[in-house]
């Protein structure tokens, strides 16, 4: 079955602590990205990959960071997590042809206190 | 500044009528356009998506209209079913400016009610 696997699901954790959050895709899709999703403010981009080893920053990058060493990885970092990155998070993917629609994970609530 | 809008959080409407579900946009570079459906618990999923070359596009109970000159899309399920109670999604994405990345509205919550 074609998917987006991220886990944990659910993680709780303490100010500071490092963390990841893997995610996985089986579809050979070039395109990876990260979101966070907040009450009132919809999908914000964390990060995107247009392939291995080509990141950038999304439109809320800060306190974040990623690698895609594999075409089918694409981890999200908080080195130091904050209050303020409590948050909904999805990684989504798609082939390499822009107006091809998003495939997304089931999500990850990231609870920092 | 926001370049998606979705001015209304929430919707409710009996079943078997007609769902419309708003859509504004600023950026009048944006050339695709599509819509998502995202239940609790779950990650979005895509429902459809039009092309700016294209004003309709319809997949059976659902179909999207775009009025490039207003900068304005909609959504319309017709008949609304119990089942399509969730939140809706309008995203945009113009590939010269932000290499496809898409750019999400706040979303709408369609109640169904039986």
């Known amino acids: 079955e074609a998917q987006v696997t991220q886990n944990p699901r659910y993680l709780i954790t303490v100010t500071g602590k490092k963390l990841t959050v893997t995610c996985s895709q089986n579809?050979?899709?070039?395109?990876m990205s990260w979101y966070r999703q907040d009450p009132g403010l919809g999908l914000r981009q964390i990060y995107y990959?247009?392939?291995?080893?080509?990141?950038d920053k999304g439109d809320v990058p800060e306190g974040y960071k990623v690698s895609r060493k594999e075409k089918r990885n694409f981890p999200l970092i908080l080195e130091s997590p904050s209050p303020n990155q409590t948050s909904l998070y999805f990684c989504?993917?798609?082939?390499?042809?822009?107006?091809?629609?998003?495939?997304f994970g089931n999500g990850t609530r990231l609870t920092v206190t | 500044d926001q370049q998606v809008k979705q001015n209304s959080p929430s919707l409710s409407v009996q079943e078997g009528r007609i769902s419309i579900l708003n859509c504004d946009y600023t950026?009048?570079?944006?050339?695709?356009f599509l819509w998502y459906k995202k239940y609790p618990a779950e990650g979005p999923t895509f429902l459809i998506s039009?092309?700016?070359?294209?004003d309709k596009n319809e997949d059976g109970r659902f179909t999207v209209f775009l009025n490039k000159s207003a900068k304005h899309l909609s959504l319309h399920i017709v008949p609304s079913q119990p089942g399509d109670s969730a939140v809706y999604f309008c995203?945009?994405?113009?590939?010269?400016?932000?290499?496809?990345?898409?750019?999400f509205g706040k979303g709408t919550k369609l109640s169904v009610k039986p």
């Open positions: 995203a945009a994405s113009n590939y010269g400016g932000s290499q496809g990345n898409l750019i």
């Open positions: 989504a993917s798609r082939g390499q042809i822009y107006n091809s629609p998003l495939h």
């Open positions: 950026n009048s570079m944006f050339d695709y």
């Open positions: 039009i092309s700016s070359i294209k």
């Open positions: 990959s247009m392939n291995v080893e080509v990141t």
């Open positions: 579809m050979n899709h070039e395109y």
